[in-house]
């Protein structure tokens, strides 16, 4: 069955996107507005696209009913700095607490029981249980229909120390870290315990005949 993606409304097109660019990891983003109140909201249109510099996109929706940039865009466009935290299993439910549709005031942090600390060099604070987290500064952002899209460069990079194997080379216990995404419809996640691996293969000239 083919869908016209240039036809259908974007309540329709999101289905199946949602239901079929899966599993995609979870971006926890912690935010300041410009009166000092923090935000964090989890989204799942994430992704790392660069190393130089380090860049990582964020696809925010608008509200749906209001058209207007959420809380977490808002003060990403407004202050230029935001925290991108990893999600493990321990933190699911605090996490989905921090989906609510709250009032611009209320701070999402104190609403789910998040413990923080502070970040290095950008003024939100990074999720304290989170694995790994990513200071960051807004690069780009273009304004597209439903959506802002947000480049970030990566300032600052914090991994628990038990997942680090070896600083020098960057060897990482990503397993450890058991990292949950986005899957499927509303509400379902997976776990990334279930891994299996393929060596990158060399080019065989033989084979092009």
Not at 46 to 57: C, I, S
């Amino acid at each position: 069955m083919q869908f016209d993606m240039r036809s259908l409304p974007p309540a329709a097109r999101y289905k199946i996107m949602n239901s079929t660019v899966t599993p995609r990891p979870i971006a926890w983003i912690t935010t300041l507005s410009r009166d000092g109140v923090r935000n964090a909201a989890p989204y799942s249109f994430f992704n790392a696209v660069g190393d130089d510099p380090p860049l990582l996109v964020l696809g925010l929706l608008k509200h749906p009913v209001t058209g207007l940039m959420k809380d977490t865009a808002r003060n990403i466009m407004e202050t230029g700095e935001y925290v991108v935290n990893l999600v493990c299993e321990a933190d699911a439910e605090r996490m989905n607490q921090c989906s609510i549709d709250a009032p611009a005031a209320v701070d999402e942090i104190d609403y789910a029981g998040v413990d923080t600390v502070a970040s290095e060099l950008v003024k939100p604070p990074r999720i304290a249980t989170s694995p790994v987290s990513f200071e960051c500064r807004k690069h780009s952002a273009i304004d597209i229909g439903r959506q802002t899209i947000v480049l970030g460069e990566i300032l600052m990079a914090h991994i628990h120390d038990r997942f680090v194997l070896d600083a020098q080379k960057q060897y990482l216990d990503t397993p450890a870290m058991k990292l949950i995404g986005r899957t499927h419809g509303s509400g379902w996640y997976v776990r990334n315990s279930d891994q299996f691996k393929l060596d990158r293969p060399v080019y065989d000239p033989s084979r092009r005949d």
